[in-house]
């Protein structure tokens, strides 16, 4: 027998019922050598019977998993039968017991709606995580965008400036006959500004592509379709643009799959399909490559991560030598 | 635009740009090289205005303008051109999307530039790219260029860009860039001879009819790039 055994005979023994019926047993052959008169071993036989079953009880509610409701009706039962045989041992009559049975009932409806009111609450709060969190998530994607473009329009455009000037200085060295020292002077740190413009321009590209928020998904991933080197064919059927934390997400996941096929699959060709629905967006990025991806690699891990960030599931198959197909669907409530 | 093309230093130019370190700039830079500035924007409405009031022969303008900070200033360059098609643009970007050079080159006859910002530190390219955009002629940035070329790769019959040697996709590049032989051999330091026998030998592989005209030339290749596309 396991500690988790919950048949009659495990609980019976549990709850010591044998030493309890015994005394029963006891009290009745006391009874009957004392004369057999009133039948009185019947007050301690209901008193015992009434602590097994309260014992019962507590035991079986220990040992199982029932719904907390259920002990309590348990116990309520062992306390309506017990009063009834009360009232019939004491000779029946007016029906008294109705008054604690319904004060059990009363007891009972009110704990089960205390009960379901805790349910209600939980329910509420995982409603409101969901919505903060598709909150947080939506305005972390907003702030991205927004700094993107502070990127871009503030030291970007400050670096630019910067460069023209020194263009122009260096034309006009260049005019006067300035030494060749001093006009390379000048050409270095105008090519250090346009590095540092370079390397500012692909960082943020990589928060957030400046032409997904200005032409949405579809023109963004044929834009990273042009950018590979891979023959990519995109299909893209979206009415109505998702909110910005699903059309990141939704580029990245084309983003790294297209990085994936061209590095692993040189030459393949890609299918992308996007479409929309009233709720959610899908992505189907298939290969004819060579297959065999490890979908617990570092890409795709962080891939799933930001889509289950936004309650999507994201699936990775890979066969050896059956190509590559990622598919992903994201809730766009 | 036969007026500017026979005298370059008469190009009268308007500027439109949000960030007026750069607006101050650009208008010093063209202006010390005979380029006239004859007004200034800072927003799409703002350019559709002095394109109306001025009839210039060139506007230069940022893709980024206010409000929103998106793609107005192509959509603003694009609907100026419609009001005065003989309107040559040259659009500066913070970066390169090969769908806005698409939109632009689809835009009509005049002369098309497309380059990033930076470009403008480099100041005698520059300043040829704004003469040859002024004069009908096409300025790619070379990003936009190496794009459209890596997005063609796998789509050419036989790959025909594969069989190009080194030498030759350089100078494919520079041709789609709208540049003339001479600067050519002059960015590529070879002969002109040499320039000239790349590029028979790329229209030859491109199966490509040569013709002596530069512009014409830039059109026939970024056509043959946008046609393998679909």
């Known amino acids: ?333 | 635009m036969t007026e500017a093309e026979s005298t370059p230093a008469a190009i009268r130019a308007v500027i439109v740009e949000d960030h007026a370190l750069l607006r101050e700039g650009l208008v010093a830079l063209l202006t010390e090289n005979g380029i006239e500035v004859v007004a200034t924007a800072e927003d799409g409405p703002g350019l559709l205005r002095i394109v109306a009031g001025h009839k210039p022969d060139l506007a230069i303008c940022d893709v980024r303008l206010p409000p929103t900070f998106s793609d107005e200033g192509i959509k603003a360059a694009l609907e100026a051109r419609r009001r005065l098609p003989s309107l040559a643009l040259l659009v500066l970007s913070q970066y390169v999307e090969p769908a806005y050079s698409g939109e632009l080159l689809a835009s009509g006859e005049s002369g098309v530039g497309y380059l990033l910002k930076e470009r403008v530190s480099e100041v005698r390219t520059f300043i040829d790219a704004v003469r040859r955009v002024a004069a009908g002629g096409t300025a790619l940035d070379r990003e936009v260029v190496g794009s459209l070329m890596r997005e063609r790769q796998g789509t050419l019959p036989g790959n025909a860009i594969e069989t190009l040697t080194a030498r030759e996709r350089e100078t494919i590049e520079l041709i789609a860039q709208g540049r003339t032989n001479a600067a050519i051999a002059r960015e590529l330091v070879v002969t002109l001879g040499a320039v000239e026998k790349h590029i028979s030998n790329i229209f030859q592989k491109l199966d490509l009819p040569a013709t002596d005209d530069d512009h014409r030339r830039v059109l026939a290749v970024l056509a043959y790039l946008r046609a393998t596309g679909g």
Not at chain 1, 99 to 124: F, H, Y
């Open chain 1, 1 to 333: 027998m396991s500690e988790q055994d919950t048949s009659l005979p495990a609980i019976a023994r549990a709850a010591a019922i044998p030493p309890l019926l015994a005394l029963i047993a006891l009290t009745l052959v006391i009874w009957a050598l004392t004369g057999a008169g009133s039948l009185w071993p019947m007050w301690p036989a209901w008193a015992f019977l009434v602590i097994i079953a309260v014992r019962g009880v507590r035991i079986w509610g220990r040992r199982s998993d029932q719904p907390g409701a259920r002990v309590p009706a348990a116990y309520a039962a062992v306390g309506v039968i017990a009063l009834t045989a009360l009232w019939g041992m004491s000779g029946g009559g007016y029906f008294w017991p109705v008054w604690p049975m319904l004060g059990i009932v009363i007891a009972l409806s009110v704990a089960s709606m205390i009960g379901r009111s805790g349910t209600a609450e939980l329910e509420v709060r995982v409603d409101e995580l969901t919505r903060t969190r598709a909150g947080a998530v939506d305005v972390q994607a907003s702030e991205l965008r927004r700094i993107e473009r502070d990127l871009h329009d503030g030291a970007q455009a400050r670096l630019v400036a910067l460069s023209m000037q020194l263009g122009r200085a260096e034309d006009r060295l260049a005019g006067k006959g300035a030494d060749d020292a001093d006009l390379k002077l000048v050409r270095e740190a105008r090519l250090e500004a346009t590095a540092a413009i370079a390397e500012l321009r692909d960082l943020a590209r990589g928060i957030s592509p400046p032409v997904l928020a200005d032409r949405g998904l579809e023109a963004a991933v044929q834009s990273l379709a042009d950018r590979t080197g891979s023959q990519v064919t995109v299909n893209a059927e979206i009415d109505q643009r998702p909110p910005p934390a699903v059309e990141n997400a939704a580029y990245f996941v084309v983003a790294e799959a297209l990085t994936n096929a061209a590095k692993h699959s040189p030459g393949a060709s890609v299918r992308v399909t996007i479409w929309r629905d009233h709720e959610e967006l899908g992505i189907v990025v298939a290969d004819d490559g060579l297959g065999g991806a490890d979908p617990t690699g570092s890409g795709l891990t962080g891939l799933r991560q930001r889509v289950e960030a936004l309650d999507g599931w994201l699936e990775v198959r890979s066969p050896a030598g059956e190509g590559t197909t990622v598919r992903a669907i994201l809730p766009c409530g």
